[in-house]
């Protein structure tokens, strides 16, 4: 997937700066880890609704409060929770701690949204 990602990037004169570390689970070891530009930190989600049809990577600010029944107000959806890591890996090629908007370069199916919090 890093070769995708650098690849859209590139083709779109995006400027970039690659870090690479551990997959991450939560902000606390985000923090740890004392990356550069931690006003642009973030966390992201991968989620889906009660019945398993729709999934979603949401990203936002490191330090937002997610309200997952606000977003499921915003999107027009059932109850959200938490994708399973088998969901990850199948649909996106993912582990647990790696979520990212980029993975949905992975989703063959094209099942999963992509929002970004501004």
Same mark, same amino acid.
């Given at each position: &997937?890093?070769? +995708?990602?650098?690849? !859209? @990037?590139?083709?779109?004169?995006?400027?970039?700066?690659? /870090?690479?570390?551990?997959?991450?689970?939560?902000?606390?070891?985000?923090?740890? @880890? *004392?990356?550069?530009?931690?006003?642009?930190?973030?966390?992201? $989600?991968? %989620?889906?609704?009660?019945?398993?049809?729709? /999934? $979603?990577?949401?990203?936002?600010?490191?330090?937002?409060?997610?309200? @997952?029944?606000?977003? =499921?107000?915003? %999107?027009?959806?059932?109850? !959200?929770?938490?994708?399973?890591?088998?969901? %990850?890996?199948?649909? !996106?090629? %993912?582990?647990? *701690?790696?979520?990212?908007?980029?993975?949905? @370069?992975?989703?063959?199916? &094209? +099942?999963?949204?992509? /929002?970004?919090? =501004?």
């Amino acid at each position: &997937m890093k070769a +995708k990602v650098i690849e !859209l @990037l590139e083709k779109n004169n995006i400027e970039y700066e690659i /870090y690479e570390h551990k997959p991450i689970k939560t902000v606390a070891e985000s923090q740890d @880890l *004392g990356l550069p530009h931690k006003e642009w930190s973030t966390k992201n $989600f991968f %989620l889906r609704d009660k019945k398993k049809k729709k /999934y $979603f990577i949401i990203t936002t600010q490191e330090d937002k409060i997610v309200d @997952l029944k606000k977003i =499921r107000e915003i %999107l027009g959806t059932t109850n !959200l929770s938490f994708a399973s890591d088998e969901d %990850l890996e199948s649909m !996106l090629k %993912l582990i647990s *701690g790696a979520v990212s908007p980029f993975g949905a @370069l992975n989703d063959e199916s &094209m +099942k999963v949204k992509v /929002y970004i919090d =501004r």
